[in-house]
């Protein structure tokens, strides 16, 4: 249905260029492509616990990646639609879910830090400080279990805090590579992502993740996942 | 040779008995129940024909078989230096611990890996012991000034079963490449070209065996399917992020060269194709790859 309504609007000729249309939205062949969301602060503003080099690649290179591939892996479902090519309809499933995974995942990794002086590290207060504080007993008890996972985590992937929404009930979870949330659980809300992919860190942590884990912890940004647990929660 | 066919067993006298007991061998019989099945009387086997004394309790790190810088440019001394000096002996240091004092310690590597992949619901010391052996495979599917193009029978049967050489090269680049996530990309040889578990064909021929192109995640590699691994590229983040970064990299010069293939006689593997004899073969490949020029897409 969407995707009709999106063709109508791209034959009247707002998006049949391939042009970008509203904000991280574009439209292309009657499909709406992605585009790489701005960092809501400079690549050097998380320093020293991320360092600007990494901020940078990580952005630019890894999300823009996803995004990039997300896209083309779009356009060939497109085709192989328009052809009734079942198998390779089947078979565009792994990249769209890598591709379209990873700039989900990355698109809340973002939001999900914060420079200190705009309030990264500080702990999360009102609703969510009290979910935390009545599930697991205290913040520190989170951020234990989330470094815990995150070091025990075999190869790429994530760590997340969820919050089921039908239940308001949080969890901690990982996922494989760029597996977003969601596959763990349909109504599973990121409200906290660590990406614990080597390329989060190598540049400057190299093989020690537990120092990575330890220190992203002065960047999070509370307000942000407490935002999105107040809208979230039932 | 005997040390050089089990390049990581630091438990020499059994590794080659033993390394691969749980597997029927090349003859087919891929993913049989059979295969990984580990029974008291093999384990004993093992500890036997090892001898009092002569077990290696502990996995050692092995030094690569070339200098740390000497692969440069295509991989620099700084990432050798983490990768086989951190990552590698830290793989190496857990797995000795987790082995202490349990059944698997005096076992080779090989037969940990295998025994602890338990079909897909690994046991705990899995992830380390396939690395470690990954690791070891890999820096002898590396060698300062390797590279080229293998040629007798080696090139026919990368021909009969790629197409081509360029076309064995090519997919190999591709498997490395689009690895979602962290793994590693192999060059197999299977015994079983039908591909279908469980099936053991009464009558296997040399029809039946083929190279193939497999990519594995995280740490699984192709052992714990029965197949024989004959080259290898790690396409681990940690492999190649302080040289090239990017995650677009494209691994363009994984140029598995065999110039010593004159050596490589695979007519011996047509009539009875041990795994031993598969070693060998395993072991010329393995000395003429080369690992290089990942670089990134911009």
Sequence with gaps: MALGRLSRKALLGLGGNGGRLGIGLGLVRGFETVTLPDLPYDYGALEPAISAEIMLLHHQKHHQAYVSNYNKALEQLQDAISKGDVSSVVKLQSAIKFNGGGHINHSVFWKNLAPVQEGGGEPPKRSLGWAIDTQFGSLESIVVKMNTEGAALQGSGWVWLALDKEGTKLSIETTANQDPLVTKGATLVPLLGIDVWEHAYYLQYKNVKPDYLKNIWKVVNWKYASEVFEKESP | MAALLAPVATTKPISLPCALVPSTGLHGNLGSPRRLQWTKKMQRLCVRKAGPG????????????????????????????????KHH????????????GTELEGMSLEDIVVMTYNKGDFLPPFNNAAQVWNHDFFWESMKPGGGGKPSGELLQVIKRD??????????????????????????????????????????????????????????????????????????????????????????????????????CRVSRLRGRCTRAAFARISLYARNFIVYCECFSAD
């Design chain 2, 162 to 263: 790629f197409g081509s050489f360029e076309k064995f090269v090519g997919d190999f680049k591709t498997a490395a490449a689009t690895q979602f996530g962290s793994g590693w990309a192999w060059l197999a040889y299977k015994a079983n070209r039908l591909g279908v578990g469980n099936a053991v064909n009464p009558n296997p021929s040399e029809e039946d065996k083929k190279l193939v192109i497999v990519k594995s995640p995280n740490a699984v590699n192709p052992l714990v399917w029965d197949y024989y691994p004959l080259l290898t590229i790690d396409v681990w983040e940690h492999a190649y992020y302080l040289d090239f970064q990017v995650s677009s990299v494209i691994i363009k010069g994984i140029v598995p060269a065999f110039p010593y293939s004159h050596l």
């Design chain 2, 89 to 100: 002996r830290t793989y190496v240091e857990n797995l000795n611990k987790q082995i202490a």
């Design chain 2, 54 to 85: 002569k077990v290696t309790a502990k996995f050692e790190l092995k030094p690569p078989p070339y200098p740390l810088n000497a692969l440069e440019p295509h991989m620099s001394k700084d990432t050798f230096e983490y990768h086989w000096g």
